[in-house]
């Protein structure tokens, strides 16, 4: 991930070995406090070895302690691309986005209350108008996209499963001393909208900043399939309005987004084209059970895992090596369709000769940030049928309810407006 990602973004972490028995009740510990939706995964508890990583909540390009106040953004931002693949087989997925239709299983299923506005197309588009409307449906419906932190501390977003931690009034009182350092604003409704629109535009312009290279030699997949989702209700209210929404005026190319996106776009099969081919190195794993290791399933992602990734040919020519190499390449960018970025920002200090960090002014303050990337263990081979089954019951429920009401609405808005036709005779 360092390799596609950049190694400023990528934070490997260390092995570290811990005694059993600590472990143990750590687990013990915590598992009052997980979300129910997770306790059907445990912590190694057998192993003796975790992973420490830094605190991505605090400023990352520079070591010495922090003691100036740090406010984190973490944004979750999900597929920001249309499965442009020929093997898909329901229309509806070369129109809406996964998010977009996977919503409104997750109210059906209880998952979340409500349907989040958010559409990954609008946040991905670079296009700042409608980054902007990404980024204030998050924070209206933050389900498990966006969480803030300050100092370390969850501060707004949810907490577990569903119970959201304060609204944004509160987020504004909490925001307010690093936009407005020298007040100046009155509390109130237009307060917490200025606040909430500082942050807004400072996370933008963050995410399309561009500090790090990444790799030479990493692909590049040129962006392809439809760049607006016909779900996101951005797009939807430009269309009433007769208007084109902005496709995208082009994500940098050094900005952590777009480089996200390539690796996301390492699916170029979608999971109906995959799974064939998932199918294929299980049979030659029923026949040769001893080649597992060989094909580097369980890792070790190396160099020579990195390399084979890079081959992008989509020709098959009926090998276990092609089936594989395309099974590698899903598992890479459903991790990138998963992971997170934390965005740090912390008040610039005029004249301190350790700041060397970049930074982005906002209208009344200056802020230094760091931007890392989360929860980037490599998605397993086993759950791939799982995202098979999963990808026909989101396509399914959405295609069966929301399009059919779509087309109902439809259907009585053309009878509405016939039953009103003006006819003009000749006089
Ligand atoms: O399949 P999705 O898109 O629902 O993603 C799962 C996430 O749900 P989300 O849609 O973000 O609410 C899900 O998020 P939650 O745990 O529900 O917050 C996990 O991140 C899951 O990954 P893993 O199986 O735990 O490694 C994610 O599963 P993967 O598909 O990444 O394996
Ligand atoms: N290094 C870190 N610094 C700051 N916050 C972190 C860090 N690692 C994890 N978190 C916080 O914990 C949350 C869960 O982390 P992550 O997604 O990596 O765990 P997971 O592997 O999905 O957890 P689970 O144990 O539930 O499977 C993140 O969304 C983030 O808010």
Redesign the pocket.
């Known amino acids: 991930m360092k390799d596609f990602l950049g190694e400023n973004y990528v934070h490997c972490g260390e092995v570290v070995q811990l005694p059993l028995e600590f472990v143990k009740q750590l687990c013990l510990k915590i598992q009052c406090e997980r979300p129910e ?2 306790c059907d ?1 445990d912590l190694d508890t057998l192993s003796g070895y975790a992973m420490c990583l830094p605190n991505l909540t605090r400023l990352q390009t520079y070591h010495s302690a922090e003691h100036r106040p740090i406010l984190c953004v973490e944004i ?1 931002p ?1 597929c920001g691309f249309i499965p442009f693949s020929n093997d898909v087989t329901h229309e509806m997925k070369h129109k809406v986005c996964r998010y977009c239709m ?1 919503q409104h299983l ?1 109210v059906a299923t209880g ?1 979340w209350k409500k349907i989040s506005k958010y559409c990954p197309l609008d946040l991905y588009s670079g296009d700042k108008q409608r980054m902007h409307f990404a980024l204030k449906s998050l924070l209206q419906e933050a389900q ?1 996209n966006l969480r803030v932190f300050k100092n370390g501390k969850l501060i707004y977003g949810c907490g577990d499963a569903r119970s959201p931690v304060a609204d944004l009034k509160e987020l504004a009182h909490h925001l307010k001393p690093f936009f407005f350092p020298s007040n100046g604003l009155a509390s109130g409704p237009h307060c917490t909208r200025t606040v909430i629109r500082e942050l807004v535009h400072v996370i933008t312009r963050v995410l399309l900043s561009s500090s790090d290279k990444g790799r030479a030699g990493a692909p590049r997949l040129g962006l392809r399939g439809p760049r607006v989702c016909e779900a996101s209700p951005f797009s939807r209210s430009l269309h009433h309005q007769g208007k084109n929404t902005p496709e995208h005026s082009g994500l940098p190319k050094g900005c952590l987004l777009y480089k996200t996106l390539q690796v996301q776009m390492l699916d170029q099969l979608d999971i109906e084209g995959l799974y064939p081919l998932y199918n294929r190195v299980e049979r030659y794993l029923e026949e040769f059970p001893e080649e597992r290791k060989a094909l580097q399933i369980d890792g070790p992602y190396d160099e020579v895992f990195y390399q084979k990734l890079l081959d992008l040919s989509t020709e098959d020519d009926g090998t276990v090596a092609f089936a594989l190499r395309k099974v590698q390449q899903y598992r890479v960018a ?1 991790t990138a ?2 992971c997170s970025i934390m965005i740090a920002l912390s008040p610039y200090l005029q004249g301190t000769s350790s700041d060397q960090r970049p930074v982005i002014p906002s209208s009344r303050s200056r802020l230094t940030f760091s931007v890392s990337v989360l929860d980037l263990d490599l ?1 397993p081979y086993e ?1 791939i049928p799982h ?1 098979y089954k ?1 990808d026909s019951k989101i396509v399914n429920y959405y295609s069966k309810t929301v399009h059919a009401k779509d087309d109902t609405v439809r259907a009585t808005r053309f009878k509405e407006r016939e039953d009103c036709t003006l006819v003009l005779h000749k006089v």
């Open positions: 939706s997770r995964k979750k999900k996977h997750k998952k498990n459903m369709k998963d998605k759950s995202q999963l």
